[in-house]
Structures are given as structure tokens and as C-alpha cells.
């Protein structure tokens, strides 16, 4: 619901929820961290966004959606409004998908160990099972 008063339209909550995808709870949460502004109130102590909110949350919603961390959310925040933030938030950016392809290596390493052990597996023809045998057994060469 968009209510009007001195200061231009400002949006309830609910509104603001509902625009941007983000859970009522999850904006108090920003709220109480620092993300987002807290926002005008009504006499009845309603929350009041503007559209300031509303461009802000979007940004953090879409920032968490790529896996950015709240670090890296409040970096990029921090950034934003300066009169050049390019350099910063392709640095931050740059280590995030750095981040993630590390994830990446690590997950296809995982699957190809998986994998391997399953293949060895042959039910109902070989006792003891291959993949408990491999998962109880006595690691090598790493960890």
C-alpha cells in the first residue's frame, strides 16, 4: 500500500515486501544491520519506505541472489553512491567469482571421488559393499 504525505509517495512493508521479493522479517533484519536505512514512521509508528529503499533493497536482494556476502553487500553499498565505484565493485566482484570457481573445482572434484566410488559398486554381487568400505576406510595422502 503506497501512502502519501509531505515528503512525496512511501510505501508500507508490505508494499515494499511485495516489490521486491524480499521477506517483511528480512527487511527488519537489514534494518537492524545496517543494510538498509531505517525508514520514516507514521504517528501509528509504520514504516515508511521511499524509493530509495526500494532501489537499495533491490540491490541487496540481487547482490545475495549471486551468493554475495553481507560483507560484500555493505562494501557494494558503501560504494554506490561515490562518484566512481566501478573500480571497487569490480574488485569485489572479481573475488567473488574467484570464490565461486574455487567452489566450482572443488565441487567437480567431489563428484568425480563420488562418482568412482559408486561405479565400483555392484549390488547384490559383491560383499562388502565398495562405498562403505571406501567411506569407513583409512584416508591417504591428504586430510
Known amino acids: 500500500m503506497k501512502v502519501r504525505d509531505g515528503a512525496g509517495p512511501s510505501l508500507l512493508i508490505g508494499a515494499l515486501s511485495s516489490s521486491t521479493g524480499v521477506n517483511i522479517e528480512t527487511i527488519r533484519y537489514y534494518e537492524r544491520i545496517g543494510?538498509?536505512?531505517?525508514?520514516?514512521?507514521?504517528?501509528?509508528?509504520?514504516?515508511?519506505?521511499?524509493?530509495?529503499?526500494?532501489?537499495?533493497?533491490?540491490?541487496?536482494?540481487?547482490?545475495?541472489?549471486?551468493?554475495?556476502?553481507?560483507?560484500?553487500?555493505?562494501?557494494?553499498?558503501?560504494?554506490?553512491?561515490?562518484?566512481?565505484p566501478c573500480r571497487?565493485?569490480?574488485?569485489?566482484?572479481?573475488?567473488?567469482?574467484?570464490?565461486?570457481?574455487?567452489?566450482?573445482?572443488?565441487?567437480?572434484k567431489l563428484e568425480q571421488a563420488l562418482k568412482t566410488m559408486t561405479n565400483k559398486c555392484r549390488p547384490d554381487a559383491q560383499l562388502p559393499c565398495p562405498i562403505i568400505e571406501a567411506l569407513a576406510g583409512q584416508q591417504t595422502g591428504g586430510k
Open 35 to 84: 543494510l538498509l536505512p531505517p525508514p520514516q514512521r507514521t504517528r501509528g509508528r509504520h514504516r515508511l519506505y521511499t524509493n530509495q529503499h526500494l532501489k537499495v533493497l533491490n540491490l541487496v536482494r540481487r547482490a545475495r541472489d549471486l551468493g554475495f556476502s553481507l560483507n560484500d553487500v555493505r562494501a557494494l553499498l558503501a560504494v554506490s553512491n561515490t562518484s566512481s
Open 88 to 108: 571497487t565493485a569490480k574488485a569485489i566482484s572479481d573475488q567473488h567469482l574467484a570464490n565461486i570457481r574455487a567452489r566450482l573445482a572443488s565441487l567437480t
